[in-house]
């Protein structure tokens, strides 16, 4: 079965900084795809970015990027040059090859500090 | 710009009624979905449809229905709420074989069982 792992449940940051959000997974599928979702305290879910498992390069996406290391099933978000609207809510998910459902972990509280 | 529209944003409920939570899109997407938003629990799949009137349990589809006769709109229904259903409920749409992509969340229901 899918299983996603966020362990951090709160994170502080400085603005400008850099951040580093923890993923890791696991499914026994080969073909499977990784997701991380910004929720802002308005509640909706904004998509920011993918990697698939047979992508050769790490996905970037502006100041998004992720970190994927598949021997080690983990898929890190890296937020460069944190801003205070950064602060929000952020969930990784996965979906299996075929499969429609995401599969979401317990998702990380980050704030931006001034 | 494509939507997904939750009908309440926030819901009070007694114990026992029978509550009806809403969710159209206008993106003729095929599948739907509908999760629960929990802290240290993140989103988890209740139930979800591949087509009209057709649909499948999630991982937690205990206490919940639903009903999707039109293909924009997919309702989750409580047969009789309890104070454990108080939660934020999200609903989603995606197209069928969009591949990587395509997931759109609507801005949640706020619902509170007293």
């Known amino acids: 079965a899918q299983k996603i792992t966020q362990t951090q449940p709160g994170m502080f940051v400085q603005e400008k900084e850099a951040v580093t959000l923890d993923c890791t997974y696991d499914?026994?599928?080969?073909?499977?795809?990784l997701f991380w979702y910004k929720q802002p305290s308005s509640g909706e879910m904004i998509f920011l970015i993918y990697?698939?498992?047979?992508?050769?390069q790490n996905a970037t996406e502006g100041r998004y990027s992720l970190n994927f290391q598949k021997a080690r099933k983990s898929a890190n978000l890296v937020i460069s040059a944190s801003q205070l609207g950064d602060s929000a809510m952020y969930f990784c998910?996965?979906?299996?090859?075929?499969?429609?459902?995401?599969?979401f972990g317990q998702g990380t509280r980050l704030t931006i500090n001034p | 710009d494509v939507k997904v529209t939750q009908s309440s944003r926030y819901l009070v409920k007694r114990t026992g009624e029978k509550v009806f939570l809403e969710c159209v899109q206008d993106m003729d997407h095929e599948n739907m979905f509908w999760y629960r938003q929990d802290p240290g629990l993140g989103l988890r799949l209740i139930y979800f449809s591949y087509d009209v009137k057709m649909k499948e349990k999630g991982d937690i589809p205990e206490g919940y229905s639903v009903s999707r006769e039109k293909k924009e709109r997919f309702s989750l229904i409580l047969e009789s709420a309890s104070t454990n259903q108080t939660s934020m409920y999200l609903c989603a749409s995606r197209p069928a074989n969009q591949g990587a992509y395509g997931y759109t969340f609507g801005s949640g229901t706020r619902l509170t069982v007293v």
């Open positions: 998910a996965m979906r299996d090859q075929g499969a429609q459902k995401l599969v």
């Open positions: 990697q698939g498992s047979y992508d050769q």
């Open positions: 499914t026994s599928d080969p073909s499977y795809g």
